[in-house]
């Protein structure tokens, strides 16, 4: 028995804005937020790798929600990420989430420990959830192996959802591996699963999948969304060529810098490129090689907030 | 111009001791801690990989490092890991380590984000640095590729060196790869260079290494110390030989888990087995199969604290 999910559609993993001091900009992140929920997201996914979530600090992520939800986004709409390395830290964040009324929280394993087991895992999701002891608690597992490296084997999740069916409820694969995704689609019908791209929407909406939680959502959620809205029309398979295409012009250069110079490009708010360490700002001419083969090759556009 | 060091010899990466409730056992750390010094440790790393400090929370790292220093270790003999995957967390626990007057630090690379770039890793560095600005702060770089996956290049850590020749003084190289610890040792002469695991403690003496840090000196401090301290006598190969088997031997087994069964064991103290998730405990058929072959073949023998 798989409980009733309330997430669904498209969910920008949302970036965070820095100031020039390496401070997380408060300001600019609620407007950020507000504008992607207009923008049509029907989700934010606040501190996802997008997010530069694993550059903050504890502190910072829980100042950043509250930024959010003191500022007026519906928490229920919130599916922030609160997975850390250590068992307690992340107890510390995922309580906090609950606590604001987050509709979910989304959830990597812990990742420094590598060649753990399958039990190993479980014991870390088990006791996280007792230790929380929150039937509010809605758990999306976050599984993207390019990046953590540490994974959710298939079985693995199947064994969550048995022990938890009212915690564990959905998942998001970013592994960018459509077998992976088609497995745990085929193997738990009711599970609310997310692709980690746009890329594999529409095959995914074909197969019991709940929408995407996608990076560049950030930036083109009016027309992934509509992929979403026409899944089910003969339109469907033209749009998300189109949207498959901006993605990889997109992602041809490194992601995080590029969405954010995208963001500080159309908003004419040059403060949006900042970074925090270990990444870099893209060069101004890389950045510009961007932007314009979006807006010659798509006619690409936005009013950012 | 590489600043002189104060770190030498066997330093020990100290095994963080969790009681029935799973939290962080201060009595037993504290007296495993003065124990290891007794057996022969020249200086303590609390919070390496075996010490699961990346399963520790922050302000469980912040308490543990209290505790050594208020319970009377020297706190010039420690040098705690520091380096978490947050710049911000980064900040706030190295502060404290250099406010205890910690002799060092052993900082990770930020380890979450792959792939990044060495101008991101130098960025992190230099920022973290001028952040904490004071003259104490000695940074030893943690280089574990096969665990953090984010390593530092030979060419990055001279960029560091030459950057902050008084800050950058030193490196445990965890690659397990004698070809990149005898590069650096190369590349760098008078930059203090612990091979990350006893294997290479007689290479690493013969080629300007400074002894080494090693998961084993938690149980065979006295013997590796022996080889450190007599190196350069005619008895050096044999006596490498036999600690290089010995830890073949440990490390047959999941290492850290093996290590607690092996503390427990010699103390007649079942509590010190329990490790916290992702880990999993030994069985005890497999922990006494591993002890059995340490006492028969080696005549291995602890009288832990």
């Known amino acids: 028995m798989i409980a009733e999910h309330n997430f669904y559609g498209v969910i920008a993993p949302v970036l965070t804005p820095f100031g020039d001091d390496g401070a997380p900009d408060a300001v600019r992140y609620l407007a950020h937020a507000k504008w992607l929920l207009a923008e049509g997201c029907t989700g934010l996914a606040p501190f996802g790798t997008t997010g530069e979530a694993n550059s903050l600090g504890l502190e910072e992520r829980i100042g950043l929600l509250d930024v959010l939800v003191d500022g007026g986004v519906d928490p229920a709409l919130l599916m922030p ?3 850390l390395c250590a068992l307690s ?88 591996d459509w077998n992976n995704t088609k497995a745990l689609l085929d193997a738990y019908p009711g599970f609310t699963i997310f692709p980690g791209s746009e890329i594999f929407l529409l095959k995914g909406m074909r197969n019991g999948g709940a929408g995407c939680i996608t990076a560049t959502g950030n930036v083109n959620a009016r027309m992934i969304r509509n992929v979403y809205d026409n899944w089910q029309t003969d339109r469907a398979d033209d749009l998300q060529e189109e949207i498959t295409s901006m993605r990889m012009t997109i992602q ?9 110079s995208i963001v500080a490009h159309f908003g004419n708010d ?13 060069d101004a001419a ?14 690409f556009e936005l009013k950012a907030a």
């Not at 041809?252 to 954010?260: D, E, H, S, T, V």
């Open 270 to 282: 040059p403060g949006w490129t900042n970074v925090r360490p270990p990444f870099l700002q893209l």
């Open 89 to 176: 830290d992340t107890v510390t964040v995922t309580r906090h989430a609950v606590e604001k009324g987050c509709g979910g929280v989304m959830m990597l394993p812990p990742f420094y420990y590598k060649a753990v087991s399958d039990d190993g895992l479980f014991a870390y999701y088990s006791e996280l959830i007792e230790r929380i002891g929150d039937k509010r608690l809605k758990i999306y597992l976050y599984h993207i192996p390019p990046v953590a490296q540490v994974g959710l084997s298939v079985e693995l999740v199947g064994r969550l959802i048995e022990a938890y069916p009212d915690t564990v409820v959905g998942l998001k694969d970013s592994s960018g």
């Open 252 to 260: 041809a250069r490194p992601m995080i810098p590029m969405l954010k």
């Open 81 to 83: 990420g609160t997975g």
């Open 286 to 299: 890389q950045a510009q090689a961007g932007i314009e083969e979006l807006t010659e090759q798509y006619g």
